[in-house]
């Protein structure tokens, strides 16, 4: 008997493995290789647009892949610097042997965790009760919860122009039995599709005739743990490339459709809209003359370069034209060729916001089995599935983040209020309060919290709270610290399109200005400013107004989600349009925060709602 069984060792397993014996429970992670932790089967990098963030999220909560994705990355970049803090986000380039075998060492060396490897033939289930798995060999071991994170293992086929084989990725065995025993118990699964492109060989590539495309020369990082000797300096980091598809691609492609399983009637599962294949990208976009195609190196133990941004069912002779096509990639050698995978996921509106399945008490759900798509996405969830399971274990409330406390709130939210019909994928745009969700204040938004569940360390905290200590400090003084119109400051400020001076005044109110910077400051000031702490005050000082229109519809939200909808009748409820008493019922939301995002229930509904509760709360 163990306290937390979790089924896989893919991001989610990982981060939610860690979590549970982290919070004391004794775990165990059973995995069919334990050579295969953590592996990357698709593109070797972390992060990326709002990916990049939740990256920060995990680590500011305690997880590992932060840490992890710094000390082996080949190459490290913040994107879209260009615009404002609410969509920059950084990504890495991986050493994608480097990663897996980083975290297999930390799973192996965590107390509290016991990994096995083994091939789970079901889950065993009493009373609606998670009760523990049988293996292949018939074996049972017995639990108290369960975090189910398969991935694309479940009853998966991988696909390549008209063949379909039972398989995993990267020719790991398929579980085929787990969709059934879940099925059994009344959890509705669903088909889904992804895919992943070809891998080259590296020296048959002509890179002069693609666009060299260079980390930041800043130091950056996703772990609020790691120093700049930690990372590769800029001069010692990795190059990823770009190059395009053109006419010839594209006409290749055209020509042989009928041969991709994605067009041949094949796939039956639907596929990510924001990751598609290159075939269904030029039968979409038709109008468009190139797309992009990133060159990415996979490791330094590794002689292949990811195609990112090719990924396609064509049959492997179509591939290969298709390749040889792009600029550069005219003389390449395939080491291995692309292929799309369907498998079986289940329809997240079946989960309570805990990720817990509303039906089954003590089964947890996370990662591409709940219908998303992502390394970033699945160790979200993997943690926030192990601290709940956890949670519940030691009998207290679940941690619920909100949508204007991380982009792992919003994610979790999106996935069982609204549910999926594709693959999902984190995106900037689905996070309304992403001013509030930046890069910079992952720290800020969730420490105290990853510190009270008992996974943040008393190191960590203490140094978050003397981050914030100097932020207020630092703040003071920069409005104390006052120019006058004869002071060289002018200097600077006409160097970067301002008029000289004409009044006195305060170097947090020049910070408001465009452009303006701490470090470009400094020259006149007699105060440092520890870097973090100078981005932090540039942002909440530049953004001062846009952020506190945030936080006050924030707060209008956060009134929503205090009022509980425990045991409501909503037969009984008059009044309501059909329509939104029918989703109602369905979903059977928590709050009328989470009432109001549902598809079908109208702000006339919520209205009924408000005043039901408030009557009732009242007799």
């Not at 292949?304 to 600029?327: A, I, N, R, W």
Request: glycine share 8%.
């Amino acid at each position: 008997m163990v306290d937390v069984i979790v089924l896989g060792g893919g991001h989610a397993g990982v981060e939610a493995a860690l979590a549970c014996a982290r919070m004391n429970q004794k775990t165990l992670l059973c995995t069919m290789h334990i050579d295969m932790i953590a592996s990357m089967p698709c593109n070797p990098s972390v992060g990326g647009p709002a990916k990049g963030i939740v990256v920060r999220e995990i680590d500011a909560l305690g997880g590992e892949m932060g840490k992890a994705s710094d000390k082996t990355a080949l190459q490290l970049k913040m994107l879209n610097t260009n615009k404002g803090p609410g969509v920059q986000s950084l990504r890495v380039q991986s050493d994608k042997l480097a990663y897996k075998k980083y975290m297999q060492n930390v799973c192996l060396n965590t107390p509290n965790l016991s990994v096995k490897e083994c091939i789970v033939e079901k889950i065993n289930f009493e009373n609606k009760k998670v009760t523990g798995i049988t293996l292949q060999d018939g074996s049972v071991i017995l639990c108290k919860a369960l975090i189910l994170t398969s991935g694309t293992f479940m009853s998966s086929n991988v696909l390549v122009g008209h063949t379909s084989v039972e398989s995993g990725p990267d020719d790991e065995p398929t579980t085929k039995n787990l969709s059934e025993s879940l099925r059994e118990q009344g959890i509705r699964t669903f088909r889904l599709k992804t895919g992943t492109p070809a891998r080259i060989y590296t020296d048959s590539i002509d890179f002069s005739k693609t666009e060299i495309q260079p980390g930041s020369e800043d130091f950056v990082c996703f772990s609020y743990d790691t120093k700049p000797e930690d990372v590769l300096s800029y001069e010692n980091q990795w190059v990823c490339h770009l190059t395009y598809t053109n006419q010839l691609t594209h006409q290749i492609i055209q020509d042989n459709l009928g041969k991709s399983a994605m067009y041949s009637g094949l796939v039956k599962g639907v596929g990510p809209r924001y990751c598609p294949s290159i075939e269904d990208k030029i039968v979409r976009f038709a109008d468009k003359e190139r797309h992009q195609i990133f060159l990415e190196p996979e490791s330094k133990d590794l002689d292949t370069t990811y195609v990112q941004g090719f990924s396609t069912s064509m049959p492997h002779d179509v591939q290969e034209k298709m390749l040889k096509s792009l600029p550069g990639l005219e003389n390449c050698r395939i080491k291995k060729y692309a292929y799309a995978i369907e498998y079986d996921a289940i329809d997240p509106l079946q989960l309570k916001p805990s990720l817990e399945l509303k039906t089954i008490e003590n089964l947890f759900c996370a990662g591409q089995i709940n219908g998303t798509s992502g390394y970033e996405e699945a160790a979200g969830q993997g943690l926030m599935a192990g601290i709940n399971a956890s949670l519940k274990l030691l009998h207290k409330e679940p941690l619920i983040l909100g949508r204007d406390e991380a982009y792992i709130g919003v994610l979790i939210d999106d996935l069982v209020t609204k549910g999926t019909k594709e693959p999902y994928r984190l995106l900037t745009s689905r996070a309304e309060y992403r001013l509030l969700l930046r890069h910079d204040n992952a720290d800020a938004r969730l420490s105290e919290k990853g510190y009270a569940i008992g996974l943040l360390p008393e190191e960590r905290i203490q140094k978050f709270r003397q981050k914030q200590i100097d932020i207020e400090e630092k703040t003071k003084q920069l409005a104390n610290i006052r120019f006058t119109p004869k002071s060289e400051v002018s200097q600077y400020l006409e160097s970067i399109g301002f008029e000289k001076l004409k009044d006195g005044m305060s170097a947090l109110d020049l910070i408001k200005r465009p452009n303006v910077t701490i470090q470009g400051l400094s020259p006149y000031m007699n105060l440092h400013i520890e870097p973090d702490v100078a981005k932090q005050i540039e942002i909440e000082t530049k953004y001062e107004g846009y952020i506190s229109k945030a936080k006050k519809e924030a707060t209008r939200l956060l009134a929503m989600e205090k009022l509980k909808l425990d045991g409501v009748d909503y037969d009984e409820v008059a009044n309501l349009s059909l329509e939104g008493r029918q989703k109602l019922k369905q979903l059977q939301p928590f709050t009328v925060g989470q009432a109001s995002r549902i598809s079908g229930v109208n702000p006339a509904d919520i209205a009924v709602l408000a005043i039901y509760l408030k009557q009732h709360h009242n007799k």
